[in-house]
């Protein structure tokens, strides 16, 4: 833990927060899921679209499912558990609780922004599967397309936190970090005792969604946060490393902080300096 890090008051300031929907998404949701015969990609196109509903249809599966002990990353694995049935249930309640968030606020410009990201991630692990030696044999765990849009898309929850308790979070968001040589993270901590990955991380846990999204939420911003780790954990540092190389394909990154995880991330994947650049140039027509 960082100096100044506040863990009592990163639990309060997440307690009772829900992620924002917007009412266009929501009505897509439920107009897919009324039609007499179902299209499922449909369907699963337009829970994608809300972080509010795909955080919902997670947590009921890892909360309301009797029998099924494993964790569940999926929102297409999800949406099958809980059937038709429940999943109108979720959409429904949602949208009669959720707090609606405005087209040009802040709040959507974040939500935006992780859906791009999400997307990001998912094309990416579909491209590290058929590039990286290590992927392709089996030294590494690939991690499936939608499990990568699952994280994508809830990488920096966090920072909805932070926008919905801090008035002034925006300024500091549009603060010029390029010269300071500091970490977003730095920069909350110092003024709020807390920083979005770590709310983040508590967010999701109290989700109760699988240990490998919280831990490579809390720690996505450190490049060693998963050094030394068995080999059981393989797949923490395969998403760890997608997500540094998704953030510098969208430009999340200060320079500084890309050149220290770019040796990880080429060597994890075995990744030669032309193939990296060759990834984002193509990375640049998804985002």
């Known amino acids: 833990m960082g100096h100044g890090l506040n863990l009592k008051e990163s639990q309060r300031l997440v307690r009772g927060f829900s992620i924002p929907t917007r009412p266009t998404d929501m009505l897509e949701a439920m107009k897919t899921q009324q039609t007499f015969v179902q299209n499922p990609l449909q369907v699963t196109a337009a829970i994608l679209r809300d972080m509010a509903l795909v955080a919902q249809i997670l947590k009921a599966a890892n909360t309301l499912l009797t029998g099924h002990t494993r964790k569940v990353e999926s929102v297409e694995v999800a949406m099958v558990l809980l059937g038709q049935e429940k999943l109108r249930e979720i959409t429904h309640e949602l949208f009669l609780s959720a707090a609606i968030v405005r087209k040009e606020s802040g709040m959507q410009k974040m939500r935006l922004k992780s859906v791009r990201a999400a997307r990001l991630l998912a094309w990416l692990s579909q491209e590290l599967a058929g590039l990286s030696p290590n992927l392709k044999n089996g030294n590494l765990p690939t991690v499936p397309q939608d499990e990568a849009y699952v994280l994508g898309l809830f990488h920096d929850c966090g920072q909805l936190v932070l926008l919905d308790r801090f008035a002034d979070y925006m300024d500091l968001l549009a603060m010029d970090r390029a ?109």
Not at 186 to 209: N, V
Not at 214 to 223: G, M, P, T
Not at 237 to 265: N, R, S, T
């Open 179 to 287: 010269e300071s040589g500091q970490s977003l993270e730095t920069l909350e901590e110092e003024r709020y005792q807390t920083h979005h990955a770590l709310l983040g991380a508590l967010l999701l846990e109290s989700w109760q969604l699988p240990k490998s999204l919280v831990y490579v939420v809390e720690e996505h911003h450190r490049v060693d946060a998963f050094a030394g780790r068995p080999v059981r954990e393989r797949k923490y540092v395969v998403m760890h490393a997608m997500l540094a190389m998704a953030e510098w394909m969208e430009g999340d990154l200060m320079a500084w902080e890309w050149m220290a995880f770019k040796p990880h991330c080429q060597q994890l994947f075995a990744l030669e300096d032309v193939q990296m650049v060759a990834l984002w140039h193509k990375a640049q027509s998804v985002v």
